[in-house]
């Protein structure tokens, strides 16, 4: 009996949706999440009076039953009349869930036998349905008071971090706490900020992309590519580009746009895409070696997973090249001309834009090839066509911000808005395509 049915009115329409708990496609692992918030929840409702994380229907294996939970202490549902605000109540069909202005009825629960445990549920197009008796939200009473109207933080302690409230900001406080204890060390200063820059601008690709991978699989594509910078395979990718193709960067200043961009589209653009795509091809193949479900979380499956390791990547790349190379030789060079202080501060003023402008620089590029590498996966017949409309398209944007000082300040600026504009496109698109995120921004 693990799939059930629910029923609501929505806009004066009826809407009918079926589920399998089962299926490891949700949010939760046996349980359906309800609520206004699409990156939260499996079923998402207009009503304003839901919480953005309101409740959750639990299937229990070892009983057969389905079960459902108040997740918001302030704003309790309503169970066939009762209010439910702690702890879980068995419900079946019939059974009448009542969240703020919203009354949702369980119409069906049944056994699906033989059904495909990883393959993803069918969900039933809107079908006029007797619209269901109307229960009365309940309310709290408006004179009622409660410990968390003195202490709002009893009442939402749940819902900060459910809502991905805390840890940016308990990770902000404790970087600022060792930007202050770095005071008089810029290594360790600008190390510092570097990477709090960086993980700020990654975590809005990954905000946007809205599905969930393990930080540890993340920061696997964040160190796996300064690694890789440093290891004969760089070397390696560096030569066939740089030497044997017609990837030399030239160093005289008075270069033309187009010899300067070819150069540019090998030894930038075609050499350091391939290097930061390396990670995730490794995550791609380890996800083929493992189970549906592990390969859902660790590998790529879906374009949002080459998004979000690819920008990752990036990420990684950005930090190294800027701290281990341009940073380091900027200051010695200016250093030689006036005094360390000045040298440390023209450092920093080109570290700033660098570390930002990786949003839509190198996790742009590399994320948007991504895409590209996570369609491959979700759609195989086109594998190699994707791959290389991704590889060539992302190594060209690359190759023009590279190339664009020749054109002049207007071609940078252009060459950055195209480069945030293709990668906000791939991550739109991937939510659509997504079995997982099928909800638009």
């Known amino acids: 009996m693990s799939q059930l049915t629910l029923s609501w009115q929505e806009a004066g329409n009826p809407r009918s949706r079926s589920f399998d708990l089962t299926q490891p496609i949700h949010k939760s692992m046996y349980a359906l999440r309800l609520g206004r918030d699409a990156e939260q929840c499996d079923v998402v409702f207009d009503d304003p009076s839901v919480s953005r994380l309101h409740a959750e229907i639990r299937w229990h294996p070892a009983t057969q039953e389905f079960s459902v939970q108040n997740l918001r202490d302030i704003n309790p549902i309503a169970v066939d009349g009762r209010l439910l605000s702690q702890g879980t109540q068995i419900i079946r069909s019939g059974t009448m869930i009542v969240l703020g202005d919203t009354t949702i009825q369980v119409a069906q629960l049944q056994q699906a036998p033989g059904v495909n445990p990883f393959q993803p549920p069918v969900l039933e197009t809107p079908v006029p349905v007797e619209a269901s008796p109307r229960v009365e939200p309940i309310r709290l009473p408006a004179s009622s008071i409660t410990f968390s109207h003195y202490l709002p933080l009893a009442g939402t302690s749940r819902e900060l971090r459910q809502q991905g409230y805390l840890l940016p900001g308990v990770i902000t406080v404790l970087w600022v706490v060792l930007m202050f204890s770095s005071l008089g060390r810029p290594g360790v200063f600008n190390f510092l900020l570097a990477g709090y820059l960086g993980i700020a601008g990654f975590y809005l690709i990954y905000k946007l992309c809205g599905k969930r991978k393990p930080g540890w699989v993340i920061a696997i594509a964040i160190i796996m590519t300064p690694i890789l910078l440093l290891t004969p395979v760089w070397g390696a990718i560096a030569f066939f580009f740089r ?40 995550l791609t193949w380890y996800g083929r070696t493992v189970s549906p479900g592990l390969r859902q979380r660790l590998g790529v499956t879906e374009p949002l997973d080459g998004i979000i390791l690819g920008a990752a990547s990036g990420l990684g790349f950005t930090l190294l090249e800027t701290l281990g190379q341009y940073i380091p030789n900027l200051v010695q060079s200016v250093a030689m001309q006036t005094d360390p202080g000045s040298a440390q501060l023209i450092g920093l003023q080109l570290l700033i834009p660098r570390i930002v402008g990786s949003v839509f620089g190198h996790m742009a590029y590399s994320g948007y090839f991504g895409y590209y590498i996570g369609l491959s996966e979700l759609k195989p017949r086109g594998r190699w066509k994707f791959l290389a409309t991704g590889y060539l398209i992302a190594s060209g944007v690359h190759a023009f911000w590279n190339s664009s000082s020749a054109l002049g ?33």
């Open 409 to 441: 300040t207007w071609a940078l600026g252009l060459a950055g808005i195209i480069a945030y504009c293709l990668l906000i496109g791939a991550i739109l698109k991937a939510r659509q395509l997504s079995p997982n995120v099928n909800k638009p921004l």
């Open 243 to 282: 030497v044997i193709l017609p990837g030399r960067i030239p160093e005289s200043d008075d270069v033309g746009f187009i010899p300067l961009f070819i150069s540019f589209f090998f030894g930038a653009g075609l050499a350091e895409e391939l290097l930061k795509a390396i990670p995730i091809f490794v």
